[in-house]
C-alpha cells in the first residue's frame, strides 16, 4: 500500500516561493515515477513536473525554469520548488506515483498513476 501525503502549500505574494513536501511510504517500485500535478477551480488536472526512476526530471513549458523537482530516497520525500509564482499558478497541488511502465507516454495528464495524496492548496495573489 502506497501513502502519499503533501504539505508546505499556503498563500504567497505574486513573485514568491514555496516549497511542496510529499512523504511517501510504499514498495519502491509503485514509487519509482513521482510527479506533481495541480487542478485550479474549474481547470482541468494538469502535470507541472515528474521525476523518473533514474532521477530525471520533466516539466511542461508553463512551469519550466520556475519549478524544480526533486526526490530524496533515503527520507521519501518528493519536494517541488517553485519559484516565481504568479496568478496562473493558483491550485490545488497533488503528487502523485507509479511503477513507471503504467505512466509511460500519458504526458502531463496523470492517467496511469495509481496513486495519489489529498493535495495542499497553494495561493497566489498579485
Known amino acids: 500500500q502506497v501513502t502519499l501525503k503533501e504539505s508546505g502549500g499556503g498563500s504567497v505574494q505574486a513573485g514568491g516561493s514555496l516549497r511542496l513536501s510529499c512523504v511517501f511510504s510504499?514498495?519502491?517500485?509503485?514509487?519509482?515515477?513521482m510527479g506533481w500535478f495541480r487542478q485550479a477551480a474549474g481547470k482541468e488536472r494538469e502535470g507541472v513536473a515528474s521525476i523518473h526512476m533514474d532521477g530525471s526530471p520533466s516539466y511542461p513549458n508553463s512551469v519550466k525554469g520556475r519549478f524544480t523537482i526533486s526526490k530524496d530516497s533515503a527520507k521519501n520525500v518528493l519536494y517541488l520548488q517553485m519559484n516565481s509564482l504568479n496568478s496562473e499558478d493558483t491550485a490545488k497541488y497533488y503528487c502523485a506515483a507509479s511503477r513507471c511502465y503504467l505512466v509511460a507516454g500519458s504526458g502531463w495528464t496523470g492517467r496511469g498513476y495509481q496513486y495519489w495524496g489529498q493535495g495542499t492548496q497553494v495561493t497566489v495573489s498579485s
Open positions: 510504499g514498495d519502491e517500485y509503485d514509487t519509482a515515477c
